[in-house]
């Protein structure tokens, strides 16, 4: 199973994006080994319409013109359920056990993902109650990803 994130935002270059980008790897070092094909990132300009529909359509099609043929979809919604980390590990582990060719996570902008997408998920996750920016929720993201891989592989990173 390939991991796709698509975010709208861009992360400029500094330590936001270091650090991100330090997560991505370890889950590539890491995901291979179970049987995950990889992890993908892709960036999207946030939509600079000025009315706030019609800046969710436009980002909603950006992120449908990505989404690959068969996907299983999960929202990053802050409406969304709080799971823990063991919890996030065992459906990435069911999705992949059960053949899923895709597991495609999505990061709304400002205005959230639009109404369709968070139908079409199969899981709207949140970080919390607290409101965070897109930035430190692809951040928030690729950690737990890693994470949920070492969790999946018995790795001690996880120490709960």
């Given at each position: 199973?390939?991991?796709?994130?698509?975010?709208?935002?861009?992360?400029?270059?500094?330590?936001?994006?270091?650090?991100?980008?330090?997560?991505?790897?370890?889950?590539?070092?890491?995901?291979?080994?179970?049987?995950?094909?990889?992890?993908?990132v892709?960036?999207?300009?946030?939509?600079?319409?000025?009315?706030?529909?019609?800046?969710?359509?436009?980002?909603?099609?950006?992120?449908?013109?990505?989404?690959?043929?068969?996907?299983?979809?999960?929202?990053?919604?802050?409406?969304?359920?709080s799971?823990?980390?063991?919890?996030?590990?065992?459906?990435?582990?069911?999705?992949?056990?059960?053949?899923?060719?895709?597991?495609?996570?999505?990061?709304?902008?400002?205005?959230?993902?639009?109404?369709?997408?968070?139908?079409?998920?199969?899981?709207?996750?949140a970080?919390?109650?607290?409101?965070?920016?897109?930035?430190?929720?692809?951040?928030?993201?690729?950690?737990?990803?890693?994470?949920?891989?070492?969790?999946?592989?018995?790795?001690?990173?996880?120490?709960?």
């Amino acid at each position: 199973m390939r991991l796709v994130v698509i975010c709208i935002g861009r992360l400029k270059q500094g330590p936001e994006r270091e650090l991100a980008e330090r997560y991505r790897e370890r889950f590539d070092d890491i995901g291979r080994k179970l049987g995950f094909r990889g992890l993908d990132v892709h960036e999207i300009v946030e939509s600079r319409a000025r009315d706030v529909s019609a800046r969710i359509a436009e980002e909603a099609a950006a992120i449908s013109a990505l989404l690959p043929d068969k996907f299983t979809l999960v929202a990053l919604d802050e409406r969304g359920k709080s799971i823990d980390s063991a919890s996030f590990a065992r459906q990435l582990g069911r999705w992949r056990d059960e053949g899923s060719a895709n597991a495609v996570f999505t990061i709304g902008g400002a205005d959230g993902l639009s109404p369709e997408l968070q139908r079409k998920a199969a899981l709207r996750i949140a970080f919390g109650s607290a409101t965070w920016p897109h930035q430190m929720v692809r951040i928030m993201l690729l950690e737990q990803i890693y994470r949920a891989a070492t969790i999946l592989a018995g790795h001690p990173y996880h120490r709960a």
